[in-house]
């Protein structure tokens, strides 16, 4: 079936590197993406969207890429920091009309750590 | 902090027994969902509300599993004669609308 997924499981970073997390998806209906992050024993927490019509969103300190021909999500994490040490999930789902709106696809996840 | 609560956090139960979990969204969220996550996995899509609507399930919900939302606002998930296989977190999640889904803790369930 339609899946997301991610390139790496893990990336390991020193403090104030820049960090990029990868995300593949193959549902060529996905309009809109979305990426968590959650850390241990808590719920996954919204970091930043982004929709099929850009190819790029900007927040604090993170970026979020989208590349639709080649079907590539990306998360830019600027001055990473060692509280954005979490698993981050890239999410995915069409937005136009049918029984799966809204409901949102996840991928593996990417274990961030970031050293002191 | 999202607003969105659960209850219980944990809930350890035997294999065979009733477990009803409740969430709590905001009062703009319309939109209601409830996942599943098993370790190392990425949380699985159950079912979902608009209001007190419900508009899909997964197939991953069998027959031992109801979902409710009776005025729109709170939501709660059973499972019957829960299975060792039943044990995970559940995540409840609000939105207005379908963009911006936020979740809530989770309730993590052991079966014994």
């Known amino acids: 079936g339609e899946s997301v997924g991610l390139h790496l499981p893990t990336l390991s970073v020193q403090e104030g590197d820049n960090s990029i997390i990868n995300c593949a998806y193959s549902?060529?209906?996905?309009?809109?993406f979305i990426w968590y992050k959650q850390e241990s024993g808590k719920g996954p927490q919204f970091i930043i969207d982004?929709?099929?019509?850009?190819d790029k969103r900007q927040g604090q300190r993170v970026t979020v890429l989208l590349n639709k021909t080649v079907k590539h999500l990306s998360l830019q994490i600027a001055a990473t920091q060692p509280g954005d040490s979490a698993v981050y999930f890239c999410?995915?789902?069409?937005?136009?009309?049918?029984?799966?709106?809204?409901?949102?696809?996840f991928g593996q996840g990417t274990i961030l750590t970031v050293h002191p | 902090d999202t607003g969105v609560s659960q209850d219980p956090r944990h809930k350890i139960t035997k294999r065979g027994q009733n477990v009803t979990f409740r969430c709590d969204p905001i009062s703009e969220h319309n939109r209601l969902y409830w996942y599943r996550q098993t370790l190392g996995q990425g949380p699985e899509f159950l079912t979902y509300f608009q209001n007190e609507a419900q508009l899909e399930k997964s197939r991953l919900l069998s027959d031992r599993f109801s979902a409710e939302r009776p005025k729109g606002s709170f939501s709660t998930l059973e499972i019957q004669r829960t299975e060792q296989g039943d044990s995970a977190m559940y995540l409840c999640?609000?939105?207005?609308?379908?963009?911006?889904?936020?979740f809530g803790p989770g309730t993590r369930l052991t079966v014994t």
């Open positions: 999640a609000g939105s207005r609308g379908s963009y911006e889904q936020y």
């Open positions: 999410a995915e789902t069409p937005l136009a009309g049918g029984t799966s709106y809204g409901k949102l696809t």
């Open positions: 982004i929709r099929s019509n850009m």
């Open positions: 549902n060529s209906a996905s309009d809109y």
